[in-house]
């Protein structure tokens, strides 16, 4: 039993020496993230280890996808201040989530009316709204502008028929209008994330 523990310490002390020098030499810093999860997946896949390759290669690989894990982790969670950025960085900005957008949008067919096409009159002035939000320093253009799209989709999101019967986003025999209506949510879901990053607030993923 003594045996076996120090067997498992010494295993332990190996495993994360090789994560810190991997996460050294990747992230140019010792993320105890990268040590703590390559350790913990070392030792569960230690069982389905089949030998084909040197041990300290199958540690490295485990070590470096934890990096890469790390450094999406990071960029992810990376904030953007309207204020911070250059004209030509907020070009480049509208221009790459408008294409984004444009591509989701173009999925929404003449199918939709009423609220839903009011919805995405308003997401297609996002672009715009960041413009000008940047060229006169009104962060809060942002957000009067981000508070319109929420409340227009909370509108389209709870509308009800005559008899007071919840709309639904997907219909049953009418694939075109449930990709419609799931490409116009999609759209909200692009913009306000987009929006409230540039105003350094993380968006949540489900509420």
């Known amino acids: 039993g003594q045996q076996k523990e120090e067997l498992g310490e010494k295993l332990f002390f190996l495993l994360s020496q090789h994560a810190k020098e991997v996460s050294a030499a ?4 010792i993320s105890p993230d990268v040590v703590s999860e390559t350790v913990s997946r070392c030792f569960i896949g230690l069982d389905g280890f089949e030998g084909k390759s040197r ?14 894990r790390e450094l999406r ?4 969670d990376r904030e953007v201040s309207i204020e911070d950025l250059s004209e030509p960085e907020i070009g480049s900005l509208t221009t790459s989530t408008r294409d984004n957008l444009g591509a989701v949008l173009e999925k929404v067919t003449e199918g939709l009316e009423g609220e839903e096409e009011r919805l995405v009159e308003l997401l297609a002035d996002y672009p715009a709204v960041i413009q000008h939000a ?8 942002v957000v009067r502008y981000l508070l319109k799209i929420a409340t227009a989709f909370n509108t389209f999101y709870q509308r009800k028929t005559a008899d007071f019967k919840i709309i639904k986003i997907i219909v049953e025999g009418n694939e075109e209008l449930t990709m419609a209506r799931m490409s116009l ?7 306000l994330k987009d929006g409230l990053n540039l105003l350094g607030i993380k968006a949540p993923e489900e509420m």
Not at 134 to 141: L, Q
């Open 55 to 68: 041990f300290s290669t199958w540690v490295h690989r485990i070590a470096l996808n934890e990096c890469y």
């Open 26 to 29: 990747t992230l140019r810093e």
């Open 134 to 141: 940047a060229k006169d320093y009104e962060p809060f253009f």
């Open 73 to 76: 982790r990071r960029e992810s």
């Open 185 to 191: 949510v999609k759209a909200v879901q692009i913009v």
